[in-house]
């Protein structure tokens, strides 16, 4: 038996970890009846991951074929985004979909559908695959694609692990020139500028905002407004970024190396650290060329980072409301978090474009993201957020949650009844896949 916990660190338990190398090892373990649940790398914040039995799946780790000419890659499941770009990047190809962080398994990515800066041009990250090969709880294999077994590929991806053990993935990555972004920033004075810089035609691939969810009145929703695309070649001006333009800089530079005691992160120190941040930013348009882990990865640069919440851990709160309810709805949230006083450091806020999946959590609308030390208050917070986020129609993201309930599930994910029972008619027999999330949400029992 071992502590785990994701990211967050809230909650943590006591399970029985094992790992494998080869499917008959995977096999084997199912062979075992019980609940259990994949651990990709433990970046999703709650407890999508966990179970008093998981099985981690970072040992299944190859490449298993690349396609030089269309960039199509097979991998396991358990490789980490981080080291694909190390792979890939010298060679000109990048991710056609990443989150905030590159430390996630391709497991994790698809389990969860991840989202990234490029959401609204490019979708999810479980839109880009051609085809995989899942573990069944009977130790069976079904390879699945949008056009074969279509019906388990679509509840498989954003099925947070809940229909089998994903083994490995076919998907293509996106040409580069270059390691560097071009980037522009533009400081928004409101939450209505911020927006208005995210509907203005002329669309940038990457487009997020860092937002000062401390602020209130005139500068209520005050922001700074990230847009990038991939540099080509011409546009590096720095001759040593001319002279090996696939070698990025900025790796991993800072390490927390053990749990902050609680009173470091105060409203008063949050509240510094927001106003020097969007201070830093001048006003008007700033334009950079930027390595591609600093435009995607800033957080990753500190290692250990959530450390920084201390033991009792800490939550995000993530949710998307439809963009039609979006200037009023974002508006009315933020209010309430702002007078609360207990959101942390700068939330992310991004657009997301249309998604029609099963059960992922995109949908075209504004999703704001952000983290909060674990608290009686705060839990108190979330409960009237929920009421706001589904009266305007939106939902919360399951690969950040750690708290919400059956009843906020079923009333907000359109399908949630049909994967309850999708992932129960796929879990008959001994071995059940179920996490902490499911049995919270009701989605297992
Ligand atoms: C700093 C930070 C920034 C982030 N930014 C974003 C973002 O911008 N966009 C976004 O969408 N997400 C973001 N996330 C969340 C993260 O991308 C997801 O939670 C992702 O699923 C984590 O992957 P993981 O490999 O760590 O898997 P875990 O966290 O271990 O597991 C996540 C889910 O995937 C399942 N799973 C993992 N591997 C497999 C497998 N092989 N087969 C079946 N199921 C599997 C697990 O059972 C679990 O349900 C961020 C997280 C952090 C810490």
């Known amino acids: 038996m071992r502590r785990i916990s994701d990211w967050g660190n809230y909650p943590v338990i006591e399970a029985e970890t094992s790992g494998f190398d080869s499917v008959e090892q995977l096999r084997s373990r199912l062979a075992e009846p019980g609940e259990l649940i994949a651990y990709g790398n433990g970046r999703s914040y709650g407890d999508a991951s966990l179970q008093s039995r998981v099985v981690l799946t970072r040992r299944f780790d190859k490449l298993l074929a690349f396609d030089e000419t269309t960039g199509e890659l097979t991998c396991q499941a358990g490789v980490l985004l981080a080291d694909l770009l ?59 694609s949008p056009a074969r077994n279509a019906e388990f590929f679509n509840v498989t991806v954003g099925g947070m692990g809940l229909t089998g053990i994903i083994l490995q993935a076919t998907f293509r990555l996106r040409r580069i020139e270059t390691a560097y972004i071009r980037e522009e920033t533009v400081r928004a004075a409101n939450l209505g500028e911020v927006m208005d810089g995210f509907e203005a035609p002329g669309e940038w691939t990457y487009s997020v905002a860092w937002i000062d969810c401390l602020a209130r009145g005139d500068a209520l929703g005050r922001s700074i407004l990230m847009r990038g695309e991939h540099a080509t070649a011409g546009e590096l001006v ?60 800033p957080l990753d640069s500190v290692g250990n ?141």
């Open 86 to 144: 190390d792979v890939f990047v010298p060679r000109g190809w990048f991710l056609p979909v990443t989150p905030g962080t590159k430390l996630i398994t391709v497991g994790g990515a698809i389990a969860a559908d991840v989202h990234g800066k490029n959401h609204h041009v490019d979708g999810s990250f479980g839109q880009h695959i051609r085809s995989m090969d899942v573990m069944r709880n009977d130790g069976s294999i079904i390879t699945c």
């Open 238 to 297: 720095n001759p040593s970024h001319k002279h090996a333009p696939l070698k990025p800089g900025g790796g991993m530079k800072l390490d927390v190396p053990f749990m902050m005691p609680g009173f470091a992160l105060s409203r008063l120190t949050v509240q510094a650290f927001n106003a020097a941040y969007y201070g830093k930013c001048r006003s008007g348009t700033q334009a950079r060329i930027a390595g591609y882990n600093q435009f995607f990865y």
């Open 305 to 445: 980072w959530n450390r920084i919440y201390g033991r009792r851990g800490f939550t995000q709160y993530q949710f998307v409301i439809p963009k039609a309810a979006g200037r009023e709805g974002m508006h009315r949230i933020l209010e309430r978090i702002a007078a609360s006083g207990l959101g942390s450091f700068l939330a992310v806020l991004k657009l997301f474009g249309e998604q029609e999946s099963f059960i992922s959590f995109p949908m075209e609308g504004y999703t704001l993201a952000l983290d909060f030390p674990i608290s009686f208050k705060a839990m108190e917070l979330f409960k009237e957020l929920d009421a706001m986020v589904a009266d305007y129609g939106g939902r919360l993201y399951l690969a950040k949650d750690s708290r919400m309930d059956a009843a906020m599930f079923a009333r907000t994910y359109p399908n949630a009844d049909e994967f309850r029972q999708a992932v129960a008619v796929l879990n008959e027999g001994g071995t059940r896949f179920a996490s902490l999330l499911s049995r919270r949400i009701g989605v297992t029992g």
